[in-house]
């Protein structure tokens, strides 16, 4: 009881005075003598504060640092629950990591519900999260598929596995930003969220419009220029 009175002073204390260049002054201190931060980082209690000054102190230089060692410690969906983690790319992308690797390796999707709802609320935070997001579940399934074609019996049917929950994670996050059902139940359809649909949908329409020319080169260049198709390969044939 006095351990958490004394915590909720020291809390409130730091919320009302933390200023940016006094923490970063830390930095100046002897190894010996910012210890404390360790022991911080690695306290449930003293992280959550330290998540909250991160989300208030965008530009410190302690907080920044305090928050890439919380993720390094594998607490990723504490910093998500604290902050808007789309302002900390580095963080957030660790975050995909471990946690895509936790659904890959892991049970049944039905099994881990509680995560797969924490990264469907996070990774659809933005539209361009949430593209980062299936992104990086589209090249896991890819690497697989790949590692599947030289890999022992057992180590394919793990493979099948992991791809199957990476694909439907990635089906799931996709149906969040691009279905008006399911966006809908998502965000309650509001007006902020359907923009953000929207624009990952517009996203999304333009990558694969990139793909496409650079798979035909001579479709784009036709595209762009005016020309007929057959007086491009023409063109070609004198060259």
Known sequence: HI??????VVTKIATERFTKAGGDNIFNLERTESLFLDDMMDSSLWRRLLIDLSAKHRESVLLTYCLKNISKRGHHREIAKGINIANHFPVYSAMLTSEFAVVGNGGELRGMRDLIQDLRRICTGTSYTALFATE???FLVETAQEQQKKAERATVRRLITSIRKWTRLREELEAAMVDPVVSAQTAEGTKLYRKRRRDFALTVSELHQRQRRRL????????????TLEHDNHNEEKD
């Open 3 to 8: 351990r958490n009175k004394a915590h909720e």
């Open 136 to 138: 990086i579940l589209r």
């Open 216 to 227: 035909r080169p001579l479709i784009a260049k036709n595209e762009f220029s005016g020309e």
